[in-house]
């Protein structure tokens, strides 16, 4: 029982310091426990440790005088409409575009510096660089102030737009953390692209007004550039003390949770309230009260090259998961074809840590934007200190992965509403979502074009026709025998698989690829068209026996494939189909008949009994200690004494490479948790083809959700789950080439491993939709010139 405690006490791992870079900041990047805060002091100096992704040992030397009583107010205009946040650019804005605006000198600094993208500048180059470009391209900038900072600086934006009144607002800040240079370079480097190549863009690009914030905290801006370089708050007093509130812990939705602190010498110091501070209520006014269509929220954050989504306070997905998954997704392929940088995606609790009364999750969820990310720019080398050489690469990147996001949006909002079935010389069939039926019935009467509604509920309609009740069945003794209706036992999963066989030879062949433990046999099903140059793909399920859905859904999968062999789409049947419903039949048996909740095979190792078959593989074997597996044989993770010890693994391993067949997909069903994941599983590094496995996945995720409404989360086994060393898909993709390596847990979250038999057709029918939505995007790669998945093999 002790093994079992400790390992799910495991994710608070000890901190480990790199003691060669105190100089003074030591930064820790695998601690995600942000609860612990340990201080230390001395007459002059607060020095932090936080246990926690963004981890430092901080030097921050406080200013002890009093601030003057102008200096803590909040001179902001509330914003309650567009038209007057219009006025108040207008008015911001007098005379900009014939007078050309002079440069002042302000504290012994040259403000007449013109912005580049080789150096970082100071708060007064960037502010001018906006009023330039205001200037230098009138009819489309404007340049507006939306508040003043705790110490009366400008809050300055600058909007972009050719002034049609149908677009839609694209959103984009910078500097909300001071010491993150990077960001605020990244946002002027955006926004002058757009500015000075306007006429050239996309319409993608062309067809919105772009709203820029490069430094959303100018006071801890500057402040990082004068006095302390690690500076990460604002400047807000309390208690006497300027401490600073952290300004992306001080938005409302989900505030005062874990991943923020009511501590204010804590680095992530939420403030007294929600949208204490004069920052944060800028940005709340423009975004929700100004009456602007924005549609898209981007923040700009560094380190850590990952792509985040809402929501950032919890742990449960937001309504819109998939959503943004496919939008974060398309902007780490843009990333990593430009840089070669891979950038992770996910909530900020799977591939970061979790924070509560962010910018993210208020836009999201109390803003209504529907798209809404933090992105974490790079490096992970560097941390806040990115060399300046890397500015401009870094800002090329995020802007393509700015154009591929806004082309998805528009090209997903044109498929959204219409789905064309047939086009004839006259006439067009077209499927419309329910929710904007209303708004293309209204375009087409106001065109005269004539329509007629043929099927009024189509929803229905299909779930009539997909009713595995309402089928015709052959009327055979194996078919009433295996159903779907209820979790069986061995002995009729396999008299299915015989029944395949016999019924369909010239599809089918069952085959014995080698002895459980305690010697029963390890049974195979392959469908295949005898198709010389076909590829492979292999199906596995009951690993873990405890996991029933899973055999229930591979035998699903082999019942439809078979059964509707020749109604598939091409992608289908130009592959040969490895099927092991199975994979370990002694466990399998052992949950049905002493103990339902056995995890591992029945191999006796002294008194102890059992390997975790999905340990036992050779990749990342025994790697993270008894983080990733254990050596202890009593351990539901017991890797057993040697990688493919176990009879059941090493048949797997034998059919895998000794086959003819170039496997291109490999799947291993398990339950649960609603989750597709990909390697790694004993390291929190991407892998390789991390892009390509997560917009495959993505793929997959997508059409779950369009199949049956259920929401799977994507991302690496590391990320989404927790460290696993010795799996089947570290091992696939490693070292069988198998490029698409997946491992999908099915449902479901309310009922753990008893889900209700009830629910085995739904779950199987949205796998099987996501698993047919895969092999067309494998083979659409495999066709495409651009893409090398093909030599993977």
């Known amino acids: 029982m002790s093994s079992v405690n400790n390992f799910y006490n495991r994710g608070y791992a000890h901190p480990i310091i790199d003691m060669s870079y105190l100089d003074p900041y030591i930064f ?6 942000n609860e612990t805060n340990v201080q230390l002091f001395d007459n002059e100096t607060n020095v932090h440790f936080f246990n926690d992704e963004e981890t430092q040992v901080c030097h921050e030397r406080y200013v002890r005088e009093k601030k003057s009583e102008n200096d803590t107010e909040c001179p902001k205009e509330e914003l309650k409409s567009e038209s007057c946040f219009k006025e108040t650019l207008q008015r911001e804005s007098v005379l900009k575009s014939t007078i050309k605006p002079e440069c002042d000198h302000n504290k012994g600094y040259d403000t007449a510096e013109k912005i580049n993208w080789t150096e970082y500048h100071r708060l007064s180059v960037i502010h001018s660089f906006l009023d330039d470009l205001e200037y230098d391209f009138p009819s ?20 972009v737009s050719n002034s049609n009144a149908s677009n839609s607002a694209v959103w984009m800040d910078a500097g909300i953390h001071a010491r993150e240079w990077i960001a605020p370079a990244v946002a002027t480097y955006i926004s002058d692209h757009i500015v000075r190549n306007f006429a050239t863009l996309p319409t993608s690009m062309t067809n919105k007004d772009w709203y820029f914030h490069p430094v959303v905290n100018p006071d801890g801006y500057e402040y990082s550039h004068t006095v302390d370089r690690m500076w990460r708050k604002n400047r807000a007093w309390f208690g006497g003390q300027c401490v600073g509130v952290d300004l992306n812990r001080n938005f409302s939705y989900g505030w005062g949770g874990k991943g923020s602190s009511d501590n204010p010498t804590n680095a992530f110091y939420r403030g007294q309230v929600p949208f204490s501070e004069p920052e944060s209520c800028a940005m709340r006014d423009i975004l929700y009260k100004s009456g602007i269509p924005f549609q898209v929220y981007i923040t700009l954050h560094s380190y850590g090259q990952v792509i985040l989504f809402p929501f950032a306070y919890r742990d449960e997905l937001c309504p819109d998961y998939v959503r943004l998954l496919e939008g974060a997704t398309v902007m780490s392929k843009a990333i990593y074809e430009s840089s070669g940088n891979t950038y992770k995606v996910g909530i900020s609790r799977d591939v970061m840590y979790g924070a509560s009364g962010t910018s993210n999750d208020w836009s999201y969820g109390k803003a209504g934007i529907p798209y809404c990310y933090l992105i974490e720019l790079t490096s992970k080398k560097h941390r806040f200190r990115l060399p300046k050489e890397e500015i401009e690469e870094t800002g090329r990147a995020i802007l393509n992965c700015v154009k591929a996001l806004m082309d998805h949006i528009d090209n997903k909002s044109k498929n959204d509403i219409i789905n064309i079935w047939k086009e004839e010389r006259s006439t067009m069939d077209i ?5 904007q039926s209303s708004q293309v019935a ?8 004539p329509y ?4 009024g509920d189509l929803r229905t309609l299909m779930e009539k026709e997909q009713d595995p009740i309402k089928k015709t069945r052959r009327n055979s003794e194996i078919s009433r025998a295996m159903d779907w209706k209820s979790y069986h036992r061995l002995d009729v999963i396999y008299a299915f698989m015989d029944g395949l066989a016999s019924l369909y030879p010239y599809l089918c062949s069952v085959n014995v690829i080698g002895k459980s433990v305690e010697g029963r046999d390890l049974r195979m099903l392959k469908i295949s068209n005898g198709e010389s140059d076909n590829t492979g793909v292999w199906v596995d399920g009951s690993i873990h026996p405890r996991e029933w859905i899973s055999a229930a859904v591979v035998t699903y999968i082999a019942d439809r494939l078979v059964r509707t062999f020749h109604e598939q789409p091409e992608s289908v049947t130009n592959k040969d189909w490895y099927l092991l419903p199975v994979l370990n039949p002694d466990g399998y048996e052992y949950t049905h008949t002493h103990d339902r909740m056995w995890r591992k095979n029945r191999a006796r190792y002294g008194e102890c009994v059992g390997v975790d078959l999905n340990r036992n593989f050779s990749y990342g074997w025994g790697e ?7 050596e202890d044989p009593g351990n539901i993770f017991y890797r057993g004494p040697k990688p493919f010890s176990e009879p059941e693994t090493a048949a797997l391993k034998r059919v895998i490479l000794d086959s003819e067949t170039n496997f291109k997909v490999f799947l291993s069903l398990h339950s649960y948790g609603e989750v597709i994941i990909f390697p790694w599983g004993y390291t929190g590094d991407p892998c390789p083809d991390y892009v390509e496995l997560l917009e495959g996945g993505t793929t997959m995720a997508k059409a779950i959700f369009s199949s049956g409404g259920h929401t799977y989360k994507v991302g690496s086994t590391k990320d989404l789950m927790y460290y696993a060393a010795g799996t089947s898909t570290d091992w696939s993709y490693a070292v069988a080439n198998i490029l698409y390596s997946y491992m999908i847990e099915l449902r479901g979250k309310t ?3 008893l889900l209700p038999k009830e629910e085995i057709m739904s779950t199987a029918n949205e796998v099987m939709c996501g698993i047919i939505r895969l092999m067309d995007f494998v083979d659409r790669r495999c066709q495409s010139t651009q893409s090398c998945a093909c030599t993977k093999s």
Do not use: P, Q, W, Y
């Open 28 to 33: 820790n990047d695998d601690v995600k426990d």
């Open 140 to 159: 489309i900038c404007t340049v507006g102030v939306i508040g003043n900072s705790i110490e009366g600086r400008k809050l300055k934006i600058l909007k």
């Open 431 to 435: 499927m419309v979502e329910g929710a």
């Open 442 to 449: 209204g375009m087409l009467h106001e065109r005269e074009i």
């Open 452 to 455: 007629a509604v043929a099927i």
């Open 624 to 630: 993270r200690g008894e983080e990733g597996s254990s």
């Open 751 to 753: 009922h753990r491993f």
